[in-house]
Each structure stands twice: as structure tokens, then as C-alpha cells.
Nanobody, 123 residues
């Protein structure tokens, strides 16, 4: 069964960048669609991005477009989420999820979930 572990979170200043990583074990990520979700304090989970098996990706929130990208590291069996120009409103727990259905904003389309990594952006 696929296991996912996120890393790369932390406390950063507004305007800085972070590269979050979602590393898989027990199975290759090559055939999976990988979603990235964010849960801000006191709010519900929000879908941020999805990485297609061929490396293409989609970013959904307008606030994240133009400063967020995903990439696949096939050697590390990982999918990364790079966020530039971080803002305090980017603060939250970032979680990756894997599914075998095409990229979707619907959380239930993803079968495997990591535990998340905390990102805190100070102003």
C-alpha cells in the first residue's frame, strides 16, 4: 500500500519560497495523480494543485497561480510543490494525496494521504 510523507515545511518570512516534497514508499508514483491540499487555521481543506503522471500540472486557486509549480523527481519517487512569494495567507498544513483518477478538486478522488507538513508565513 502506498505511503506518503511530506516534508519541507517550516517558518518563513513573507516573500520567501518553499519547496515541499511528497515522498512515496512501497510503490512507484509514476502512474498516480498527486494532489496537494492546504488547510489553513480554522478553515476547511482547500485543493492547491495536482500533478499528472506525465509531469504536467494544474494549479487551481487564482491566488496561487503564477507562483506555484509542481515537479516530479522519479529517482526519489517524489512530487514537489514549489511556492514562491509566500504570503501570510499561505499559512497552513500542506498535505499530498495520490489517486488513480485524473486530477480532481474533489478530495474523495484520492486514495492515499500523507499526514501533512506545516507551513507558517510571517509578515
Amino acid at each position: 500500500q502506498l505511503q506518503l510523507v511530506e516534508s519541507g515545511g517550516g517558518l518563513v518570512q513573507s516573500g520567501e519560497s518553499l519547496n515541499l516534497s511528497c515522498v512515496a514508499s512501497r510503490s512507484s508514483l509514476d502512474s498516480y495523480y498527486i494532489g496537494w491540499f492546504r488547510q489553513a487555521p480554522g478553515l476547511g481543506r482547500e485543493v492547491i494543485a495536482c500533478s499528472f503522471p506525465n509531469g504536467a500540472y494544474v494549479i487551481w486557486p487564482d491566488s496561487m497561480k503564477g507562483r506555484s509549480t509542481t515537479s516530479r523527481d522519479r529517482i526519489m519517487n517524489a512530487v514537489n510543490l514549489q511556492i514562491d512569494s509566500l504570503k501570510p495567507e499561505d499559512t497552513g498544513v500542506y498535505t499530498c494525496a495520490a489517486g488513480q483518477f485524473p486530477c480532481s478538486e474533489v478530495a474523495s478522488r484520492y486514495s492515499y494521504w500523507g499526514r501533512g507538513t506545516q507551513v507558517t508565513v510571517s509578515s
